[in-house]
């Protein structure tokens, strides 16, 4: 079975914090992706990366950084985390551009 | 604008019951579309994926449907059970936009003993 493995089920931090979210997979898969999923508004890619050290915008990356060293890790960091980042923040992995396994997400507060 | 739109937002049915969830979109040309399941606290599960030349595509209990002319798709669920209470979310991947899809906003399905 997949696994994506996201370090964090719940993270509550301050505001101006800088928070690193993690997720990892166990199928070598060249794909990830970071996605925030907010009532109302569905899923968003924030990043995607396609292969070690390569990164590519998704449609609301302000706010975001993304971080992938290695192949199974994909790092998702809040340089500086405001009231309007509190989501639940989902990451997945596929072979190929299109999202197939998700992990189980991290639901952050920013208060 | 390419939208995936959802009907109904919520829904509640009895144990054992047959219902039918909705999607219109308007993304075109597409690629596939997809059906996700995503209980409570979990992340989606992918259960079928329909490229534009398929009309049907079954998983167990779940078959979907797809209307390429009118740009619909249904998820119909048979005899449904109490672990089938979840979102149910829709999405388009675009034609030729590599990793982009289209999500649309999920039906909530409660099913009640």
């Known amino acids: 079975d997949v696994k994506v493995t996201q370090s964090s089920r719940y993270l509550v931090k301050r505001t101006g914090e800088k928070v690193f979210l993690e997720c990892v997979q166990d199928m070598d898969h060249e794909n990830m992706f970071w996605y925030r999923q907010d009532p109302g508004l569905g899923l968003r890619l924030i990043y995607f990366?396609?292969?070690?050290?390569?990164?590519e915008k998704g449609d609301i990356p302000e706010g975001y950084s993304v971080s992938r060293e290695k192949k199974e890790r994909f790092s998702l960091i809040l340089e500086s985390a405001s009231t309007n980042q509190t989501s639940m923040y989902l990451c997945?992995?596929?072979?190929?551009?299109?999202?197939?396994?998700f992990g189980n997400g991290t639901r952050l507060t920013v208060t | 604008k390419n939208q995936v739109e959802q009907s109904p937002q919520s829904l509640i049915i009895l144990e054992g019951k047959n219902c039918t969830l909705q999607c219109n979109y308007t993304v075109s040309p597409f690629s596939n579309l997809r059906w996700y399941k995503q209980d409570t606290g979990r992340g989606p599960v992918s259960l079928t994926i329909m490229t534009f030349s398929e009309n049907t595509k079954s998983n167990g209990r779940y078959t979907a449907t797809l209307d390429a002319d009118t740009k619909q798709s249904s998820l119909h669920i048979t005899a449904s059970q109490l672990s089938d209470s979840a979102s149910y979310i829709c999405v388009v991947s675009p034609y030729n936009q590599g990793g982009k899809l289209i999500f649309g906003q999920g039906t909530e399905l409660s099913v009640k003993p």
């Open positions: 990366s396609y292969d070690v050290k390569m990164k």
């Open positions: 997945a992995s596929s072979f190929t551009g299109i999202p197939l396994h």
